[in-house]
Nanobody, 123 residues
Framework: QAPLVESGGGVVQTGGSLNLSCVAS?????????????MGWYRRAPGKGREFIAN??????YYSDSVKGRFTISRDNSRNMLFLQMNALKVEDTAVYYC?????????????WGQGTQVTVSS
Protein backbone atom coordinates (compact mmCIF):
# COMPACT_ATOMS: atom_id res chain seq x y z
CA GLN A 1 0.00 0.00 0.00
CA ALA A 2 1.34 3.42 -0.92
CA PRO A 3 2.64 5.37 2.07
CA LEU A 4 0.68 8.52 1.16
CA VAL A 5 -2.30 8.87 -1.16
CA GLU A 6 -3.81 12.23 -2.03
CA SER A 7 -7.26 12.77 -3.53
CA GLY A 8 -9.95 15.38 -4.03
CA GLY A 9 -8.47 17.54 -6.75
CA GLY A 10 -10.37 18.72 -9.79
CA VAL A 11 -11.24 21.63 -12.03
CA VAL A 12 -13.00 24.62 -10.49
CA GLN A 13 -13.64 28.22 -11.42
CA THR A 14 -12.05 31.19 -9.72
CA GLY A 15 -13.63 31.67 -6.32
CA GLY A 16 -14.61 28.04 -5.99
CA SER A 17 -13.73 25.51 -3.30
CA LEU A 18 -12.20 22.07 -3.05
CA ASN A 19 -11.42 19.77 -0.15
CA LEU A 20 -8.33 17.62 -0.52
CA SER A 21 -7.69 14.44 1.44
CA CYS A 22 -4.60 12.44 2.20
CA VAL A 23 -4.38 9.04 3.85
CA ALA A 24 -1.21 7.60 5.33
CA SER A 25 -0.81 3.84 5.30
CA UNK A 26 0.39 1.81 8.27
CA UNK A 27 3.29 0.71 6.06
CA UNK A 28 4.33 4.28 5.45
CA UNK A 29 4.08 5.19 9.12
CA UNK A 30 6.41 2.36 10.05
CA UNK A 31 4.56 1.52 13.22
CA UNK A 32 4.49 5.06 14.54
CA UNK A 33 1.24 6.80 15.36
CA UNK A 34 -0.01 9.22 12.73
CA UNK A 35 -0.74 11.67 15.53
CA UNK A 36 2.98 11.89 16.28
CA UNK A 37 3.74 13.39 12.88
CA UNK A 38 3.83 17.05 12.02
CA MET A 39 2.00 16.93 8.68
CA GLY A 40 2.00 19.33 5.79
CA TRP A 41 0.57 20.15 2.40
CA TYR A 42 2.79 21.16 -0.48
CA ARG A 43 2.18 22.05 -4.10
CA ARG A 44 4.02 22.26 -7.38
CA ALA A 45 2.75 24.71 -9.95
CA PRO A 46 3.61 24.30 -13.65
CA GLY A 47 7.21 25.26 -14.25
CA LYS A 48 7.95 25.86 -10.57
CA GLY A 49 9.46 24.00 -7.67
CA ARG A 50 7.51 22.35 -4.89
CA GLU A 51 6.45 24.80 -2.19
CA PHE A 52 5.19 24.44 1.38
CA ILE A 53 1.69 25.79 1.97
CA ALA A 54 0.49 24.55 5.36
CA ASN A 55 1.30 22.29 8.29
CA UNK A 56 -0.40 21.05 11.43
CA UNK A 57 1.02 19.69 14.67
CA UNK A 58 0.15 19.62 18.34
CA UNK A 59 1.14 23.26 18.57
CA UNK A 60 -1.17 24.57 15.92
CA UNK A 61 -1.67 25.22 12.26
CA TYR A 62 0.60 27.28 10.06
CA TYR A 63 0.15 28.66 6.55
CA SER A 64 2.18 30.30 3.85
CA ASP A 65 1.22 33.87 3.07
CA SER A 66 -0.09 32.78 -0.32
CA VAL A 67 -2.93 30.71 1.20
CA LYS A 68 -3.47 32.23 4.64
CA GLY A 69 -7.11 33.10 5.23
CA ARG A 70 -8.32 30.95 2.33
CA PHE A 71 -7.09 27.42 3.11
CA THR A 72 -7.63 25.37 6.27
CA ILE A 73 -5.57 22.33 7.20
CA SER A 74 -7.03 19.67 9.49
CA ARG A 75 -6.49 16.05 10.41
CA ASP A 76 -8.29 12.96 11.69
CA ASN A 77 -5.73 10.92 13.59
CA SER A 78 -8.16 8.02 14.09
CA ARG A 79 -8.20 7.49 10.33
CA ASN A 80 -4.60 8.53 9.56
CA MET A 81 -5.97 11.32 7.37
CA LEU A 82 -5.00 14.87 6.54
CA PHE A 83 -7.29 17.41 4.86
CA LEU A 84 -7.00 20.75 3.10
CA GLN A 85 -10.13 22.85 2.67
CA MET A 86 -9.46 25.35 -0.09
CA ASN A 87 -11.76 28.34 -0.53
CA ALA A 88 -11.67 31.43 -2.71
CA LEU A 89 -9.46 29.63 -5.19
CA LYS A 90 -7.36 31.66 -7.59
CA VAL A 91 -5.85 30.80 -10.95
CA GLU A 92 -2.42 30.88 -9.29
CA ASP A 93 -3.50 28.01 -7.00
CA THR A 94 -3.34 25.68 -10.01
CA ALA A 95 -0.83 22.98 -9.09
CA VAL A 96 -0.34 19.39 -8.10
CA TYR A 97 -0.92 19.12 -4.36
CA TYR A 98 0.95 16.72 -2.12
CA CYS A 99 0.86 15.77 1.53
CA UNK A 100 3.92 14.71 3.48
CA UNK A 101 5.44 15.01 6.87
CA UNK A 102 6.84 18.36 7.90
CA UNK A 103 9.65 18.47 7.10
CA UNK A 104 9.16 16.00 4.24
CA UNK A 105 10.73 12.58 4.23
CA UNK A 106 9.61 10.96 7.46
CA UNK A 107 6.87 8.88 5.81
CA UNK A 108 7.70 6.39 3.09
CA UNK A 109 11.35 7.31 2.91
CA UNK A 110 13.57 10.36 2.67
CA UNK A 111 12.77 11.13 -0.97
CA UNK A 112 9.24 9.79 -1.10
CA TRP A 113 6.34 11.77 -2.52
CA GLY A 114 2.95 10.41 -3.42
CA GLN A 115 1.36 10.90 -6.81
CA GLY A 116 -0.38 14.08 -5.70
CA THR A 117 -3.74 15.41 -6.79
CA GLN A 118 -4.18 17.95 -9.57
CA VAL A 119 -6.04 21.18 -8.84
CA THR A 120 -6.89 23.38 -11.80
CA VAL A 121 -8.52 26.77 -11.31
CA SER A 122 -9.96 28.38 -14.42
CA SER A 123 -10.80 32.04 -14.87
Amino acid sequence: QAPLVESGGGVVQTGGSLNLSCVASHYGLGGAAFSSYDMGWYRRAPGKGREFIANINSGGRYYSDSVKGRFTISRDNSRNMLFLQMNALKVEDTAVYYCNSNPPGRIGGRNYWGQGTQVTVSS
